[in-house]
């Protein structure tokens, strides 16, 4: 104990350095929009890089249902690639798909996210969308060169254009931070025709999703107080609180139509 | 020594920051203090001190805890520096500024600076992307301001 006390009066600048220096660093982080961007960076690279190793225990216990699903998958994407070769004209943004595992996954919080195992050197970039087979997961956020952040859908900054399917009458879908399975869609007018169990789909205003990925089905509806708009509360098809295999989805001419329409809002 | 602290606070953040040289440069004038700070009080009560003074110019200057951090390196590695530029000798007494030779001077007060200005450009950078720029500013920003204390030093001090 002696030694102790001994080695901290002896090492006290060091001491009182480290501690104030690690201060200023995390005033610093805290301080612009800039230099969190730039932490929350590094913080992903290294959260991950100690992710991966626990998570590839869980891969080799989990293979017998990883593989069921990656049938199921296999299923559907045959499927949709048949009914698209009968609609083709129907699709006309090219959409480019990747294949990721995801290596960590919040639910539990207000503002989640999650990690995957592809970064830039597989082509992600920010603002790319994320689905797995049953419906859409999230918004890629930032990406390092092997890793990548994705906005959860449970993230309350996260809102994504959808629409019913049955009638095409658009709002914007958003979570409350409350129920994990279940998102809530706005701004939908009271003029639609609506019924329990309808099934909810992205609405394509966006770069980020193509039209018509499935999210979920209407669960209950009632008409906000004072205005002509639903509040509808939608379950989701995907398990977030179980996510194995996703895809990153790029829309090739983001980047393109999103400065023209830049262009037009100044 | 109080009054030193606050001035220097507020001529640098009111006055030396306006002050661009060739568009990008600017003379810390501030780190005066962290230089002329005594050396025969505690190490420990400095490395608090040059932090609080930091800290006081980012409140000013709404920049985070960069010149914070800075401030703190260039104050713990000050004994080193004073070590390797006046001799062993100036561990156990004051070191008088008054006194030093000019080319003296310039070197220790060149070596306090450059720490100070590495770590600030490094902070406020946060990346290792642009190290050249960090580089070209410590060395460039930290002429300019060693020159220029020292011809404060020269100016005010050691005439007494």
Request: charged content about 15%; hydrophobic content about 40%; proline content about 4%.
């Given at each position: 104990m002696q030694q102790l006390i001994n080695a901290i009066i002896k090492f006290r600048n060091v001491?009182?350095?480290?501690?104030?220096?690690?201060?200023?660093?995390?005033?610093?982080?805290?301080?612009?929009?800039?230099?969190?961007?730039?932490?929350?960076?590094?913080?992903?690279?290294?959260?991950?890089?100690?992710?991966?190793?626990?998570?590839?225990?869980?891969?080799?216990?989990?293979?017998?249902?990883?593989?069921?699903?990656?049938?199921?998958?296999?299923?559907?994407?045959?499927?949709?690639?048949?009914?698209?070769?009968?609609?083709?004209?129907?699709?006309?943004?090219?959409?480019?798909?990747?294949?990721?595992?995801?290596?960590?996954?919040?639910?539990?919080?207000?503002?989640?996210?999650?990690?995957?195992?592809?970064?830039?050197?597989?082509?992600?970039?920010?603002?790319?969308?994320?689905?797995?087979?049953?419906?859409?997961?999230?918004?890629?956020?930032?990406?390092?060169?092997?890793?990548?952040?994705?906005?959860?859908?449970?993230?309350?900054?996260?809102?994504?254009?959808?629409?019913?399917?049955?009638?095409?009458?658009?709002?914007?879908?958003?979570?409350?931070?409350?129920?994990?399975?279940?998102?809530?869609?706005?701004?939908?007018?009271?003029?639609?025709?609506?019924?329990?169990?309808?099934?909810?789909?992205?609405?394509?205003?966006?770069?980020?999703?193509?039209?018509?990925?499935?999210?979920?089905?209407?669960?209950?509806?009632?008409?906000?107080?004072?205005?002509n708009f639903y509040e509808i509360n939608v379950a989701?098809?995907?398990?977030?609180?179980?996510?194995?295999?996703?895809?990153?989805?790029e829309n090739p001419d983001r980047i393109e139509i999103n400065s023209l329409q830049n262009l037009s809002n100044e | 020594m109080f009054a030193l602290f606050a001035g220097l606070v507020l001529a640098q953040s009111l006055l030396f920051d306006r002050l661009l040289i060739a568009q990008q440069y600017v003379p810390y004038i501030s780190l005066l203090f962290i230089v002329l700070y005594p050396t025969d009080l505690r190490q420990t009560m400095f490395l608090v001190v040059a932090f609080l003074y930091g800290l006081s110019i980012d409140?000013?200057?709404?920049?985070?805890?960069?010149?914070?951090?800075?401030?703190?390196?260039?104050?713990?590695?000050?004994?080193?520096?004073?070590r390797s530029v006046f001799g062993i000798s100036s561990d156990y007494s004051a070191v008088k500024f008054s006194k030093i030779p000019l080319v003296q001077w310039f070197i220790y007060c060149l070596l306090v600076v450059m720490t100070h200005h590495l770590v600030l450009f490094g902070l406020s950078d946060f990346s290792m992307n642009r190290w050249v720029w960090v580089l070209q500013q410590t060395i460039l920003n930290g002429l300019l301001t060693a020159v220029v204390i020292s011809v404060f030093m020269f100016l005010f001090v050691s005439k007494k």
């Open positions: 001491l009182v350095f480290s501690v104030l220096f690690l201060f200023s660093l995390l005033l610093t982080s805290k301080s612009s929009a800039y230099h969190r961007e730039i932490f929350s960076k590094w913080s992903t690279g290294l959260g991950s890089w100690m992710h991966q190793s626990s998570s590839a225990l869980g891969h080799y216990l989990n293979l017998a249902k990883d593989n069921q699903r990656l049938s199921e998958e296999n299923e559907l994407l045959l499927t949709e690639l048949l009914q698209k070769k009968q609609t083709d004209d129907n699709q006309l943004i090219p959409y480019k798909v990747g294949v990721a595992r995801v290596l960590r996954n919040s639910f539990m919080l207000e503002y989640n996210y999650l990690t995957i195992n592809i970064g830039e050197n597989h082509g992600i970039r920010p603002e790319m969308g994320v689905v797995s087979a049953k419906g859409i997961v999230g918004v890629v956020r930032h990406t390092t060169s092997r890793y990548a952040q994705v906005m959860s859908v449970l993230n309350k900054d996260l809102q994504v254009n959808a629409k019913l399917q049955k009638s095409n009458h658009f709002g914007s879908l958003k979570w409350t931070g409350e129920n994990p399975k279940e998102l809530k869609l706005d701004d939908v007018p009271n003029t639609a025709p609506i019924k329990v169990g309808d099934t909810v789909i992205t609405g394509g205003m966006s770069t980020i999703f193509p039209a018509g990925i499935p999210i979920g089905i209407v669960q209950n509806y009632s008409q906000k107080p004072l205005t989701m098809f995907q398990d977030m609180t179980n996510l194995g295999v996703i895809y990153v989805i | 409140l000013l200057s709404v920049s985070g805890g960069i010149h914070a951090g800075a401030c703190l390196s260039a104050a713990f590695l000050r004994p080193v520096v004073l």
